[in-house]
């Protein structure tokens, strides 16, 4: 035994130790595309599962599509120019198939019009990192479609002027951005079409100029749709990210759930009455840290499900209603909300103001920013406009135009019922004397007027079918209420 031991150990420290090897190709003017695609498909089949095929070189005015097979652990780091010219007429620049690869674009460029510059047919990651850039053109183009994985890193540029910049149909498809910058001009800058499909952003810049179009709607920067219409979509924007709608749509939208958290900012500046909100989830909203929401002129929020308030702050301000941030459309003015990011968990239905604070900020600027803080032992919101920053103590926070103040008795409690209703309403106060009621449709126009007692009943029968807010009015204070007419 001791002898086949010392034969083992002296046979291992004899043979030398493998090491992967890196094969080099360099795209030359003078190559055809189908040179380049023969020559570089041998060496990508000789490489072991750790080697690697390193691109360099540069073509221009590429005629014809470059199709790869990429089987197995190989990889590519693409660093070339490979661009194609006015007339091409290929669906994709490059098709990548096979399955469980992966190319990696570093530092090289893909320049393409009227088609994709990367379409991926199978399981192949793909990776967008130093200062690679991907700039797409013409009829449909989208800088990267597949159905895997896709990650955005360091100084990274993917732009499309007319398809979506990341498209995944992947059930499982997971798109990660943690740097770089992701636009698009007329459509999504990422979409994915999954079940299951995430998409996680926590560092970069991604937005779009998209326009609301009156018969297809608004678009979005980043969504996550299902079209089995599932719940298990995810978006998740934190650490320094921002996602910005430059034009008329939504900034975040998803089947599943959306998340907020860091100091990563969520903006959007859509005028149009019907523009899609800054977030829009089916299946819950979350806000966490110092994350900030921003809605220009359109709705910050809408959910379907549960909203979750555990910190940051949201702006609402313009000629619309947001149903969730600034649910009373009285007065164009600037709106900032504060949240105690240590008040824990607080349904957007069951919300006191000793969790939720509102402050009025005149000519609200475009940089402002505000949060819940705690100075000179008091507690309040901390806000910077422009120039002039200042701090407001939470019992001077109030909204004089809109009658509202902080409520700090948790006793108070305003029901109304039954929610949807065909046209009867009744308001109960638990223990507050209600004083009026005012109903408002979306868009800010007042509908029903009334002066009632606990109790009491009023009728918005005669108004239309759809949603509208009872401001209802107590001697301590205003509720708001969302209701559903059908």
Known sequence: MKKFLITFLTLFLVLPITRADNFYFEIKQEHTVSQIQTELQVLIDATGGNDTVFVTGSKTNVEFGLELCVIG????????????NNKFKEKNLISLTGGYGTFILEDGTLITENANAINVKNRIYVEVRGNGKIETSGDGAHAITTISYVTIKDNAQLSSTTGETIESKSDEAIVRVTGGTISATSEN????????????????????DAHYDPVLGGLHVV?????????NTLIHVSGNAIVEAKGMGGALASYGSVKVSGNAKVLSRGNEANAPATIDAEGGVELYDNAMIKARYNRAIISHYAIFFKGGVVFAYGSNISD????????????????????GNTLYERFSTN??????????????????????????????????????????????????KPITNYELRITVYPNPTTGELYIQSSKFKVQSVEVYDVYGRKCHVSRVTCHENIDISNLSNGIYFVKVHTEDGVVVKKVIKH
């Open 355 to 404: 969790d939720i604070f509102v402050y009025r900020i005149e000519h609200l600027e475009d940089n402002a920013t505000a949060h819940w803080d705690f100075i000179g032992g008091k507690a309040g919101i901390a806000y910077a406009n422009g120039t002039n920053t200042g701090f407001i103590p939470i019992e001077e926070v109030t909204i004089e135009g809109m009658g509202v």
């Open 223 to 231: 969504y996550a749709l299902d079209e089995e219409h599932g719940k």
């Open 189 to 208: 800058a990422i979409i994915t079409r999954g079940k299951d499909a995430q998409i996680l952003i926590s560092g970069g810049y991604v937005y779009n």
């Open 73 to 84: 652990d190989r990889t590519i780091v693409w660093q070339a120019h490979y661009q194609s």
């Open 324 to 343: 969730i941030v600034n649910p009373v459309p009285l007065y164009r003015i600037s709106v900032a909300l504060a949240w105690n990011k240590d008040a």
